[in-house]
């Protein structure tokens, strides 16, 4: 079985600050790892995702994320946040062999202050 | 390339009524997912289809819910009689094929059932 805990349910962070959302997951087989994005009256959109090889995975819109096989852990971070990042973010484990088949967190809503 | 395309966008019913929702995948997109997102919650499965066939409905409260994909296309969730805790955003993603290690998100359909 899957599960996925994201550690943070609102982040508060001013404009131009760094800022990391924290995903721990646990899983008995090989894992992908996703970060999506959902803004207001919007589906998920894909921020990054980590299938095997280097562990820091670079996203969209500035986003990256370190896989720690041994915390199980992915972070997601951004050096420095703009407003229009204030979203609502989820983690999400899926099994190798049908990544479709993913197990979310409850999300963290990021939210950006002038 | 045109997305995922659901409708309506937002539907309003009293509970005991019945609904449905429609999801046009991505052209060529064989897998296709439902998912239910309770306010505050993640995204979970319902029902998987791979082209017109069941791969998953583990999750599925069969007693009320049902959903097809007749021609392996476009695929309809329906929801007969609703109950209060019903009320969710439903998703549909979809993907080329089962293994494939990514979904394409619709926007959803924002269910309010009073």
């Known amino acids: 079985a899957q599960s996925v805990t994201q550690l943070d349910s609102q982040v508060p962070v001013f404009e131009e600050a760094p800022v990391e959302l924290r995903c721990n997951y646990s899983s008995s087989v090989s894992v992908y790892l996703f970060w999506y994005v959902q803004y207001p009256n919007q589906g998920l959109q894909l921020l990054l995702k980590y299938l095997s090889g280097s562990t820091l995975v670079k996203g969209i819109n500035g986003f990256e994320a370190e896989f720690n096989k041994s915390q199980t852990s992915f972070h997601l971070r951004k050096p420095s946040v703009h407003i229009s990042d204030t979203a609502e973010y989820f983690c999400?484990?899926?099994?190798?062999?049908?990544?479709?088949?993913?197990?979310f967190g409850d999300g963290t809503t990021l939210t950006v202050k002038p | 390339e045109a997305g995922v395309a659901q409708s309506p966008r937002y539907k309003i019913i009293e509970k005991r009524q019945s609904v449905a929702f429609w999801c046009n995948p991505i052209?060529?997109?064989?897998?296709l997912y439902w998912y239910q997102q309770i306010l505050g919650q993640g995204p979970k499965l319902l029902i998987q289809f791979q082209n017109n066939g069941v791969v998953d409905d583990s999750q599925l409260p069969k007693d009320r819910f049902s959903a097809e994909r007749l021609k392996g296309v476009d695929s309809t969730l329906k929801i007969q009689p609703a109950k209060l805790e019903d009320s969710a955003v439903y998703l549909c993603?979809?993907?080329?094929?089962?293994?494939?290690?990514?979904?394409?998100f619709g926007p959803g359909t924002r269910l309010t059932v009073l």
């Open positions: 999400a484990v899926g099994h190798n062999t049908n990544a479709g088949k993913s197990t």
């Open positions: 993603a979809s993907c080329p094929v089962r293994g494939y290690n990514e979904q394409f």
């Open positions: 052209s060529g997109h064989a897998t």
